[in-house]
């Protein structure tokens, strides 16, 4: 591999870096070969070379894209730290430019290659993979479930991949709350298989799990560690991030569009009533609506029985599960998730009967997000996860009580404090569109 490319100037050229890209294509050189080409040709695009002292990120990005690197685990690895349930997307979305992000994460890419470098020199021995502890806290649908910020995640993915291969050592996920699987089946097909079987899951005892892999004076005491520096998140090295100001925003964005949904028109006094068959329980249910001009009733119900009438029709019987009422989603457009307890036909209404003057037209998208059946998570408590309204109207309800506050590891069912690696969630997503 390193004599066929004899011809190219790499950034590096020993062989554990040539090693690295045989294990990402499993050791095929001619794949290899092209990868690194690639990578060559990309470094010049990205300005690689030059990108940590020609390149200033901007302010918005520095100050609330929150991620870091602290300390080192217990094999000598260097950590970074990952805190995307403070992530926000819509905020980035509205506030940077896609170009500026890519350009940050290949920046934080080259600061890795230094950081190596430096822990190489310190321990004697080659150090060339992080160790990543991502943190989950604040993750929900209403902040993480976007779809500009689902294709960022996709392109942020692919330019690390084919860039950097290799890089991780381990990934360590802390305070996973119960909708992490049903996201992370949206974006774990943009994530290779090797990077997903380094995947450790930690569960509600997860400082004490975390101090297995980082030693307490190598951790922040937000993580169960002794530093701090000035404050228990290590602020002075990893960026805390939260929802960014709108001051910063280029423009008003909005991530709805009536082209990539279906449309009804439910008539004056009438109403309209969709079927959608859940097959697992834990099935997350996750819809967005748009009406024109006017307000409309809105909820979902499940069917729960049929009743026998004497003399009458037999009668379906169905209970409530998120509440009917009206909804602005003429002003704003309605977004909200449903997390299904149990499996069954669930059935959204559109209901107009109040209105004896107007038709409304509806343009709507309903997505199933199945659970995880081959990696489940660890859960935090329900109430981690209940979302308030927001200025985007985005609400999450339980449909009774939850089963997933249990662990399953493989295909067996355990109690919850167990730790699950390496695995992937689930077979696709069902949509509806």
Known sequence: LKASLSDVTLPENDDYYFLRWLRAVKFDSCKAEQRLRKH???????????????WKPPEVLVKYFPTGFFGEDRDGHPVYYDNIGNLDPRGLHRSCKLEDIVKLKVMQSEMWQAKFREFTEQKGRKIETITCVIDMENLSFHRHYYRPGINLFSELSGVLQRNYPERNHLILVVKAPRIFPALYNLVKHFIDENTRSKIVIFGANWKEELLQYISPDQLPQAYGGTRCEPDPMCTNFITVGGDIPPEYYMTNLTETSKEDMESVVVSRGSSYEREFTVELPGTVIRWEFITND????????????????RFLPTMTEMSEVVPMKRRNSHIIPESGSLLCSTAGIYVMKFDNSYSWTRSKEVFYSVKLLPPDTELSVPLMAAEEIVEEGTGEEDEFY???????????????????????????????DQTTQ
């Open 294 to 309: 006017h307000d409309i009733n809105f909820g979902w119900h499940q069917k729960s029985g049929t009743k026998r009438r």
């Open 40 to 54: 060559v040709e990309a470094r010049k695009e990205l300005g690689a070379d030059t990108i940590l002292t020609d």
């Open 398 to 428: 339980e449909c009774g009580d939850y089963p997933g506050d249990q662990t399953t590891q493989g295909s067996d069912l355990s109690p919850g404090d167990q730790t699950t690696q390496g695995s992937d969630l689930s077979p696709g």
